[in-house]
């Protein structure tokens, strides 16, 4: 279930952070300086005590009759009195007898805090009061001396600089969360115009980028990365545009060739034989469009790539044979020798129907290619964690301005010799993407006027 208390916009989470660091630390540093001051007020007030017991005890004169007295008057302090302060000391014989005092207040202190003992807090008439009584010998007579100091006015200090630092406190965390809230703005806003423009950009649109001025690492990457998606969408969406043209191009020849002949047939009346030869052709058209329907499938499925392909160990020296031996006949048809060069099994990581489709388009293109009576040779061998194919023929060979184009789709060197030796132009792409999809490449090197070589590498197995 959602907390009705989590904040949504990433704004107000930046300025409540910002505000909770602020009065975490401010109350952390407020704490400190209130407690260490009220402690210092406090040892200030207990040194004054002993202060006082000491002064008056030194200023004692006992007479003959053992009574004491302050000859030279004692003043509790000669110090100047803040406000709500005052001193008070008494003198007293250990019978119970008050014998002197002094100060400027007389607080009235209860008996019971007239034992020598520690210092205590007493609360009296006059406001709390700190006090102590203590033991004082002079000559033989043995007195004892009690002190106290006011309170009141240490405390309202203390109280003052509470009020203080809680008003402080209060205008720092007020310009704190009003400047959290401006910096938060200020960092957020390109980011919300960054999702406004990217909103704006449809499929039509893919040629347009994130142009928004931004500072910041990280917003510059945020942007960067945006537009480089934009640019490989905006590859794709081409390519596929293209290649649906294209496609629909290459399904409309053939349709339009069946028509005219069907049509150019049913003109007239025809001989059997004439009829038949008409029904060659259309079945010739027929053939080319059915290839071509079982390529895009066969494109279609290596584009969804690893998630279609069951990979396996494939012995590719074998496959190779199969491949050879399936298309031995063509071969013979032109004369041309089949030399298959996998001594050793070469096993890879592979889809095997993929594989073996590959291969097949391969050793075909180095058959049509080539002129009667030539050699094409299929090498089988390992490479570093690789099990590589090389299709080697003796044809026309490619010419280099041709070379890195042959893999795209629809692609021929001579449109009209790839057209009637059947070709639909997706041979070398579907090795491509197969090849691709395996983790692996296909690279031709080739001399014109001597022969081509292809080179096809998938992952070994293990
Ligand atoms: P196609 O169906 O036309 O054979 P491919 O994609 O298989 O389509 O090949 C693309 C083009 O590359 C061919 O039309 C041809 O011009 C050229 N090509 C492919 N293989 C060879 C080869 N072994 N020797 C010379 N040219 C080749």
């Known amino acids: 279930m959602k907390s009705p208390f989590r904040v949504r916009t990433l704004r107000a989470r930046i300025a409540l952070w910002y505000g909770a660091i602020i009065t975490l630390s401010l109350l952390g540093y407020s704490l400190t300086v209130a407690i260490s001051f009220a402690r210092h007020v406090r040892s200030e007030l ?19 009759s053992g009574s004491p007295s302050w000859p030279g008057g004692f003043l509790a302090k000669e110090i100047e009195e803040e406000e709500g302060g005052g001193h008070w000391v008494e003198v007293w014989n250990l019978t119970g007898t008050r014998l002197l005092t002094a100060g400027t207040f007389d607080p009235a202190l209860p008996d019971a805090v007239r034992t020598a003992g520690p210092l205590r807090t007493v609360v009296t008439h006059a406001g709390p009061v700190r006090t102590m009584t203590e033991t004082v010998h002079v000559g033989d007579a043995t007195f004892l001396v009690r002190a106290a100091v006011r309170e009141v006015g240490a405390r309202a ?75 490989r969408l905006e590859a794709s969406f081409d390519q596929l545009r293209r290649f649906t043209a294209d496609a629909s191009h290459e399904i409309r020849t053939p349709l339009t060739a069946l028509r005219s002949v069907g049509e150019v047939a049913l003109r007239s009346a025809r001989s059997a034989d004439e009829y038949r030869e008409v029904i060659g052709t259309m079945l010739e058209e027929v053939d080319r469009l059915s290839r071509l329907a079982g390529e895009l499938l066969a494109i279609a499925r290596a584009e969804a790539g690893e ?3 069951v990979f396996d160990a494939v012995d590719l020296s074998k496959l190779a044979r199969e491949v050879v031996g399936q298309l031995e006949v063509l071969a013979e048809e032109r004369e041309q020798r089949l030399v298959v060069d996998a001594p050793e099994p070469v096993v890879a990581r592979a889809d095997r129907l993929a594989l073996r489709q590959a291969l097949i388009n391969l050793v075909d293109n180095a058959i049509k290619y080539s002129p009667e009576r030539s050699q094409v040779t299929v090498t089988v061998r390992p490479g570093a964690h690789l099990a590589v194919v090389e299709v080697r023929d003796e044809g026309a060979g490619i010419p280099p301005e041709h070379a890195s184009r042959i893999f795209e789709r629809f692609y021929r060197i001579d449109p009209s010799r790839s057209h009637e030796l059947g070709g639909t132009g997706l041979g070398l792409s579907l090795v491509k993407l197969i090849a691709e999809a395996h983790g692996g490449r296909v690279e031709v090197e080739s001399v014109v006027g001597r022969g081509s070589m292809f080179r096809l590498s998938v992952p070994a197995a293990g």
Not at 52 to 63: G, H, N, S
Not at 176 to 188: K, V
């Open 307 to 309: 998630a279609r392909f």
């Open 46 to 64: 207990d040194r004054r005590v002993h202060e006082d017991i000491e002064l008056a005890a030194r200023a004692i004169v006992v007479d003959a």
């Open 157 to 231: 200090q203390v109280r003052s600089l509470w009020t203080q630092l809680a008003m402080i406190s209060a205008a720092v965390l007020l310009v704190s969360g009003f400047g959290g809230i401006a910096i938060a703005h200020r960092l957020l806003w390109p980011l919300a115009r960054m999702a406004d423009r990217a909103r704006r950009i449809t499929a039509q649109e893919l040629h347009e980028r994130l142009n928004v001025d931004v500072t910041g690492e990280e917003l510059e990457s945020l942007r960067d990365a945006f537009n480089t998606t934009l640019a």
